[in-house]
């Protein structure tokens, strides 16, 4: 039985059809809904000694919080219009975007997370492995990858 589900977007192409398929599963279980979304934070300088954060860094930030917000009430906007019976609702998290995935499906105890399967490019993919595959490596919860 499905009742909870999380689905990650991050408004890329393959990240609208795990969308479409994450409401569309949620829709035939009557299943709870979580868009996520993982701001991935630009560090300069190294992780372990980070640069200060000057007052433009903090604007920058503040600026990609809110297109990173704006993805989200788009998706849960859509979600509405698709699938108007499901209850639905948003989460903006940041950091690395495996982990967060990870935490969240975890914390919310989640059946299932739906995730796209490209939404990296290419050479970070190759040499790091994609979001997807590390979240369905990680995750303890069923992890379904759309392509």
Do not use: W
């Amino acid at each position: 039985m499905i009742s909870k589900v999380l689905v990650c977007t991050d408004g890329t192409d393959c990240a609208q059809r795990a969308l479409n398929f994450g409401l569309e599963l949620a829709a035939k279980y009557s299943a709870y809904v979580t868009i996520l979304n993982v701001l991935e934070t630009p560090v300069f300088g190294s992780p372990e000694n980070p640069l200060a954060t000057s007052a433009g860094m903090a604007g920058f930030v503040k600026d990609l919080r809110r297109v990173h917000q704006e993805l989200l009430a788009k998706a849960a906007e859509k979600g509405k219009s698709v699938e108007p019976d499901l209850e639905i609702s948003t989460e903006l998290r940041e950091g690395n975007p495996a982990e967060q995935i990870v935490i969240a499906a975890t914390e919310g105890n989640f059946d299932v997370v739906v995730v796209g399967h490209s939404g990296e490019s290419r050479i970070r993919e190759l040499f790091l492995g994609g979001t997807s595959e590390r979240v369905a490596h990680l995750a303890r919860c069923a992890v379904l990858i759309v392509k």
